[in-house]
């Protein structure tokens, strides 16, 4: 019978980013990378909780689940997932938890430099995850931290509609909604540039060519962001993914 997190799962269907960001792994790495995406998912869902007693309780629950002696016995599908493919990244994921937790606590960001701050941790500590499996060296390790970063901050802006993401981002006032977006998107195609320059293997040059694309859209209409989710369409990720296949096969 197979698991519920089998890919494609819940956190990665297809026409989404994930979906072909492990379409296009090795074969070897597709369920491992389809499983990491149901976590962050699974922790992402307690980030958005509007009770951080509960949330804490759950990660709680998920810190237990994931140590050795609980993961070959645990009845949670995901779980039982994260011990065939993920058994060897069990420490490197627990950290994860205790980094959501911190940004749960943490509340509304003072300052831009602080929302940076908080995407580093997350979407550095995501792409550290998802980088695990290939040879790389400490400045390519460094590199993929910091698209994971952009890659966070991108779909923490892609959401920001919602109230529950509005809380990471510093107050932005009254009648200056759109101009604040644009410098926070602005800023952002700033480090994009930079971060292409020299890319690591692995899925990070297809998160960072979506992450662009999206920041493009974002740039060209930012007060759209407080009225719905702003996408690109599957066809443009499936091009933007199939062209940098080529690193992901590293």
Known sequence: MQNEFSFPNIATPQGSSAYYLVRFSPARLRERQAVLFAWRRELQRLISSSDPGVARLKLD???????AEKLGNSRHPLAQMIGKHLEDQAGQMIE??????RDILAGQSRDWNQVLDRCEALGGSFASLLL??????ENQKSQA??????????????????????QRFPSLGIGDQAERIATWVEALQE?????GRELPPGP???Q?????????TFRQEPGLLFEASVDITPVR???????NRSMMRQ
Request: charge should be positive.
């Open 191 to 195: 480090l994009a540039e930079a971060a």
């Open 208 to 216: 960072l060519a979506i992450a662009t694309a999206l920041l493009d």
């Open 96 to 101: 994860h938890a205790n980094i959501v937790e």
């Open 145 to 166: 931290r910091r698209i994971g970063l952009i890659d966070e901050a991108t779909r923490q802006l892609q959401r920001i509609g919602r109230r529950e993401y509005q």
């Open 61 to 67: 629950y998920w810190r237990n689940e994931l140590h």
């Open 132 to 137: 695990s499996p290939y040879p790389v060296s």
């Open 204 to 206: 990070a040059a297809a």
């Open 237 to 243: 990720k499936l091009w933007l993914v199939w062209r």
